[in-house]
Each structure stands twice: as C-alpha cells, then as structure tokens.
T-cell receptor
Framework: GNSVTQMEGPVTLSEEAFLTINCTYT??????LFWYVQYPGEGLQLLLK?????DKGSNKGFEATYRKETTSFHLEKGSVQVSDSAVYFC????????????FGKGTLLTVNP | ETGVTQTPRHLVMGMTNKKSLKCEQH?????MYWYKQSAKKPLELMFV???????ENNSVPSRFSPECPNSSHLFLHLHTLQPEDSALYLC?????????????FGSGTQLSVL
C-alpha cells in the first residue's frame, strides 16, 4: 500500500535559517505529491504540489522537487520567518479510480525571532 | 478563510451522549470528506462523498454515522463514543474526486470524549 514517511519533529529554527523537511514515499504507479501546512488553530492548506517526476512545486518561498529515483519530495525554504511556524504534512495520491490522499504524520516547525 | 466552515469548534461529550458535527462549503465543490487527526498519527480518511453519494468508508466503527443531505453540507453523527475517539475531526472538500485535486479543509472540531 501507499505510505509517506517524513522527518520526526519538532524542528526549531531561528528566523532567516534554512529549512529542510524530509519526505519519502512508497506508492504504486505514478503518484501526485503534496505539501500541506496547518497553522495553529486552523485546518490544513495546500502549500504546493507536483504531479510528475522532476516537477518542482513552489509557493511562498517554499520549494519541493519530485524525485522519482529516490522516491522523495523534500520541502525547503531558504530563509524562514516566525510566521512559518506550523505543522507541515507531506502527502501523496496514487490516482486512478481509487482516490485517496495518504498523509505523513506531520512535522512541527517552530521559528524563533 | 478556506470556504469550509465547521461547527462546533470544540465539543466535550460523555460516552452515552449523541451529538453531531456539521460541515458547510459554498465553493461549489462536488466531493466532501471527513478526516480524523490524532496526535502523532497520520491523518485518517474516514468517509468520502462524491455528488452526495458515499463512495468510501474506511472501516470506520458504526458509532460514527455520516450524512450528506446536499452538496454543500456534510454531517458526522456521533453516538456511544469511546475515549480513544477524542481527536480533531476535519472536514474537507474538493471540486472533484480526483488525484490532482486540491483539498480545502475546515478548521476542525476538537472532540473530547469523557
């Protein structure tokens, strides 16, 4: 079955530090890959996505590249802000007629001023 | 604001109570979902509705009963819950039920079962 593994948190950084949150996956076929973000007290929001190998998703300074050879979709940001403090979820959907979004456990990021 | 509204935001209930969670979207979406979010566990998909028809039920206990009276509203009826059912229950919607679709989530109902 499909599965997503992302790095255990919490991750604590200082403002303007470089961020990497690792995500690897196991899936049948050619999945679409997503990063969702959950700010305190809110539901999840789509941050970025990639639908095929070598695609790069980007939004709000965050980037992730779909690496089929390493089955990875690591999230990066060059300079984090306090407002980026949230829980980040990696997810995949292997498509076909059986739509099901499979999530990782989430990684809590705290950015200190 | 994602366009998906859930009520109540918080709910405390005893194991013998009956309560309902409500979700509403006015985005014109055709698919709606219930997810369960527990600490240190991946989000669990509970139910999927597409065009008001339940298309997926992921082995959820019968003490959870979904209802989708129209394309804008989704309910989760709760009865005789267990303490391990305490979690954040998230509703989501998407334009269609498809692999590349973006999901829009509500803020969730934080449920505590005593």
């Amino acid at each position: 079955g499909n599965s997503v593994t992302q790095m255990e948190g919490p991750v604590t950084l200082s403002e303007e530090a470089f961020l990497t949150i690792n995500c690897t996956y196991t899936a049948t076929g050619y999945p679409s890959l997503f990063w969702y973000v959950q700010y305190p007290g809110e539901g999840l929001q789509l941050l970025l996505k990639a639908t095929k190998a070598d695609d790069k998703g980007s939004n709000k300074g965050f980037e992730a590249t779909y690496r089929k050879e390493t089955t990875s979709f690591h999230l990066e940001k060059g300079s984090v802000q306090v407002s980026d403090s949230a829980v980040y979820f990696c997810a995949l959907n292997s498509g076909g007629s059986n739509y099901k979004l499979t999530f990782g456990k989430g990684t809590l990021l705290t950015v200190n001023p | 604001e994602t366009g998906v509204t859930q009520t109540p935001r918080h709910l405390v209930m005893g194991m013998t109570n009956k309560k309902s969670l409500k979700c509403e979207q006015h985005l014109g979406h055709n698919a709606m979902y219930w997810y369960k979010q527990s600490a240190k566990k991946p989000l669990e998909l509970m139910f999927v509705y597409s065009l008001e028809e339940r298309v997926e039920n992921n082995s959820v206990p019968s003490r959870f009963s979904p209802e989708c009276p129209n394309s804008s509203h989704l309910f989760l009826h709760l009865h005789t819950l267990q303490p391990e059912d305490s979690a954040l229950y998230l509703c989501a919607s998407s334009q269609h039920r498809a692999a590349n679709e973006k999901l829009f989530f509500g803020s969730g109902t934080q449920l505590s079962v005593l």
